[in-house]
């Protein structure tokens, strides 16, 4: 693929070097532990491919001590498989009851971004706007107030490039390395280390992040310049934000002519008609019930920034753009804060089907 570095699915080169000693402070990592987690997920700890990942987990003899900023679903997904990899992880958010549950899954909550900086040799931030991530940067207790030599910031989530060229712009000015990379997955896909990972920008801190990649999600690919990693999000999201309404579609097509949803969800999964988003979310549509994996009102910030980004470039998006109102009914008829899947729901009503 042309600009693409590389892509890694929890593999490596294969070298021979020594095992290292893993120790975090004065304490010794359980080495183990990690061996474990990373056995159920299909890697040999111990290997001569893992010896070589342990170079880059390794610096200056301890373990890389990861930082989160923004602690909702996603940042609490990736700082939960991390602490079962023996990562030391500390996590800092706005919110006190976002705080309090990572707590709860074994995290330490600390009480600014500066702080999470500070101790951290990397910084992984999730965040729901670009206000938040300027903030979080910059502000009075920002990350920019807690930079040291050798940090590396990493920004997953989708936002304008410009406002991930700022923050680049200000922690690059304290010498701090910032790498873009959003993911594609849900929720509950973060929660079970299934995303796939967009990562973009300075090829040592893409080295060094590997093995902590590995831990998030079940595939890498590195796309090369700062900023490719978003290109690539907003690729994927607009088939997303797409498929989601077109899944709730067909399903409401189909439960009006007198299918079984359960029926259509078995059927349409085994031919050519089906996606991913039609496997995941059909069984929610089945069920009629939407935990939020993603929640829809998110979509709206996803669907401006993709389309914004398309009329930069003079590309047409006739399908995204005609998705987005439907996104905002949905939000307002209360729908906002269940999974985006509750597009069926709001279709169901338009065409006045009852279960």
Same mark, same amino acid.
């Given at each position: 693929?042309?600009?693409?570095?590389?892509?890694?699915?929890?593999?490596?080169?294969?070298?021979?070097?020594?095992?290292?000693?893993?120790?975090?402070?004065?304490?010794?990592?359980?080495?183990?532990?990690?061996?474990?987690?990373?056995?159920?997920?299909?890697?040999?700890?111990?290997?001569?491919?893992?010896?070589?990942?342990?170079?880059?987990?390794?610096?200056?003899?301890?373990?890389?001590?990861?930082?989160?900023?923004?602690?909702?679903?996603?940042?609490?997904?990736?700082?939960?498989?991390l602490l079962k990899a023996g990562f030391p992880v500390v996590g800092w958010d706005i919110d006190e009851t976002r705080?309090?549950?990572?707590?709860? /899954?074994? &995290? !330490?909550?600390?009480?600014?971004?500066? #702080?999470?900086?500070? $101790? =951290?040799?990397?910084?992984?931030? %999730?965040?729901?706007?670009?206000?938040?991530?300027?903030?979080?940067?910059?502000?009075?207790?920002?990350?920019?107030?807690?930079?040291?030599?050798?940090?590396?910031?990493?920004?997953?989530?989708?936002?304008?490039?410009?406002?991930?060229?700022?923050?680049?712009?200000?922690?690059?000015?304290?010498?701090?390395?910032?790498?873009?990379?959003?993911?594609?997955?849900?929720?509950?896909?973060?929660?079970?280390?299934?995303?796939?990972?967009?990562?973009?920008?300075?090829?040592?801190?893409?080295?060094?992040?590997?093995?902590?990649?590995? /831990?998030? &999600? !079940?595939?890498?690919?590195?796309?090369? #310049?700062?900023?490719? $990693? =978003?290109?690539?999000?907003?690729? %994927?999201?607009?088939?997303?934000?797409?498929?989601?309404?077109?899944?709730?579609?067909?399903?409401?097509?189909?439960?009006?002519?007198?299918?079984?949803?359960?029926?259509?969800?078995?059927?349409?999964?085994?031919?050519?008609?089906?996606?991913?988003?039609?496997?995941?979310?059909?069984?929610?549509?089945?069920?009629?019930?939407?935990?939020?994996?993603?929640?829809?009102?998110?979509?709206?910030?996803?669907?401006?920034?993709?389309?914004?980004?398309?009329?930069?470039?003079?590309?047409?998006?006739?399908?995204?753009?005609?998705?987005?109102?439907?996104?905002?009914?949905?939000?307002?008829?209360?729908?906002?804060?269940?999974?985006?899947?509750?597009?069926?729901?709001?279709?169901?009503?338009?065409?006045?089907?009852?279960?």
């Amino acid at each position: 693929m042309p600009g693409v570095k590389s892509c890694t699915t929890r593999s490596s080169v294969i070298v021979d070097l020594p095992q290292p000693r893993i120790v975090a402070g004065n304490r010794k990592i359980d080495a183990e532990r990690l061996s474990t987690f990373m056995a159920a997920r299909g890697r040999g700890f111990g290997s001569e491919r893992h010896r070589l990942e342990w170079t880059s987990v390794t610096a200056g003899g301890h373990l890389q001590r990861i930082g989160l900023v923004g602690i909702g679903i996603m940042g609490t997904a990736y700082g939960a498989n991390l602490l079962k990899a023996g990562f030391p992880v500390v996590g800092w958010d706005i919110d006190e009851t976002r705080r309090a549950a990572w707590r709860e /899954v074994g &995290g !330490k909550a600390v009480s600014s971004a500066a #702080e999470v900086a500070a $101790g =951290s040799d990397i910084v992984l931030t %999730a965040l729901p706007s670009t206000d938040s991530l300027i903030d979080a940067v910059e502000g009075e207790a920002g990350l920019m107030q807690g930079a040291h030599a050798d940090l590396i910031v990493v920004e997953m989530s989708t936002f304008p490039l410009e406002s991930k060229e700022r923050a680049r712009h200000e922690l690059g000015a304290t010498g701090v390395v910032m790498v873009d990379a959003p993911v594609s997955g849900t929720g509950l896909q973060a929660a079970t280390a299934e995303i796939v990972i967009y990562a973009s920008g300075d090829s040592e801190a893409l080295v060094r992040l590997r093995p902590v990649f590995d /831990v998030l &999600g !079940k595939g890498t690919f590195e796309l090369g #310049e700062f900023g490719n $990693g =978003s290109r690539m999000k907003y690729v %994927a999201n607009l088939l997303v934000s797409v498929h989601n309404l077109a899944t709730a579609e067909a399903f409401v097509l189909g439960m009006k002519s007198g299918l079984d949803p359960q029926q259509i969800l078995e059927v349409i999964s085994a031919g050519v008609g089906t996606s991913s988003i039609f496997e995941i979310r059909g069984p929610m549509m089945v069920a009629d019930d939407y935990p939020p994996a993603a929640k829809l009102k998110m979509f709206i910030k996803d669907i401006t920034v993709i389309g914004d980004a398309g009329r930069d470039l003079g590309v047409p998006t006739p399908l995204l753009d005609t998705s987005l109102p439907f996104y905002e009914e949905a939000i307002a008829e209360g729908l906002g804060d269940l999974d985006a899947a509750a597009l069926c729901r709001l279709l169901e009503n338009r065409a006045d089907l009852t279960r």
